[in-house]
């Protein structure tokens, strides 16, 4: 994940920040903001700090909070032809400037310790293609889907996650109502994807702990699950049973029809990439595509509102064979 860039501007620290405030807030808030800052948090201890720290007015984030619908653009996406809308709550330019702003501090926060299990939406990692490694030279793949994942995360699941991280429960519930819409993870807030990090830690540690013992690799980019062994004897469906169970338990919701196993010599696909040998590879079916897409663009038969995506394509696929080198 790219991370967000810090929009409105920041203190250095919290020194800079006591001495933008009036006294009054100074003597009251000046320990708290010193013991945020010592866990790397954004200093959220009342609207007026967090307004000063950001740029706004105060009453322009109590405005937010009473309408939080009015701050939302509301729309469906298809997922692909005969499957259902994905809705997407994206937040307009003002709130979404806050969100980004809090999601940059929290990603870029070394206090904070996340799975090593989790590849997505953390600076600094190679996303899937990394996720893709842990699993090469593997014998079997098993993948499972969470259905619903950023709504299955609830108002109270963000504060109990923010408490965890270093906030008082008053400040944690100040920032799950900036963060949530109707009592849950907005899909499309960039705020969402670094929340649901923090959340799932607990899952992934559960997972983590079970397969501590069983030469078990796992990883998860986002709401999607990766097992896999050298064991060609391993029990697999024991397995997902056991970690069907830990999800179960945790409120997440599995999609069932997306649960899929797979053993060697058949392929073995990771996040779009076989796993068969040492590094990760595209597959045949997207290299042939790439070459179709480099014929397009050299001949210059590429149609204008095409380009992009096509030109994406390619960076794409000549980025991971950078990787590979």
């Not at 007015?57 to 937010?64: A, G, N």
């Not at 559960?206 to 060609?232: G, P």
């Not at 290299?287 to 794409?316: C, M, Q, S």
Request: charged share 25%; proline share 4%; net charge positive.
């Amino acid at each position: 994940m790219k991370t967000p860039l810090p929009l409105f501007f920041t203190f250095a620290d919290a020194e800079q920040l006591l001495k933008a405030l009036s006294k009054p807030l100074r003597d009251r808030y000046s320990a708290e903001l010193l013991r945020l800052q010592q866990l790397g948090l954004p200093p959220l201890v009342s609207w007026s700090i967090l307004s000063v720290a950001i740029g706004v007015s105060p009453q322009f984030i109590t405005s937010i909070l009473k309408n939080k619908s009015k701050y939302y653009r509301v729309f469906p996406i298809s997922k692909g032809k005969g499957k259902k809308k994905r809705i997407i709550e994206a937040p307009k330019v003002s709130l979404k400037i806050i969100q980004s702003w809090f999601a940059y501090h929290i990603s870029l926060n070394g206090n904070i310790t996340l799975s090593k299990s989790a590849f997505a939406f953390i600076p600094g990692k190679n996303g899937i293609y990394e996720a893709a490694s842990v699993h090469c030279g593997a014998k079997w793949i098993m993948s499972i889907d969470l259905r619903d994942f950023f709504h299955t995360i609830t108002s109270e699941a963000v504060v109990l996650a923010l408490t965890e991280i270093g906030y008082r429960e008053d400040q944690a519930s100040k920032l799950s109502d900036l963060l949530t819409l109707n009592q849950r993870l907005p899909q499309g807030a960039p705020s969402s994807p670094v929340i649901s990090n923090l959340v799932f830690s607990k899952t992934d540690f559960k997972i983590n702990e079970l397969i501590a013992d069983l030469n078990v690799k796992y990883t998860r980019y986002a709401d999607d699950l990766t097992f896999s062994s050298e064991d060609e004897s391993f029990d697999i469906n024991s397995l997902k049973e056991r970690i069907v169970q830990i999800l179960v338990s945790d409120n997440w919701i599995v999609a069932d029809e997306k649960l899929k196993i797979a053993k060697a010599p058949n392929r073995l696909k990771v996040h779009g990439f076989l796993v068969h040998e040492i590094k990760p590879r595209l597959t045949k079916g997207y290299r042939n595509k790439i070459r179709a897409y480099k014929h397009l663009l050299n001949t210059g038969k590429v149609v204008l509102e095409d380009l992009d995506k096509i030109k994406g394509h390619i960076n794409y696929s000549d980025y991971i064979d950078r990787l590979n080198e």
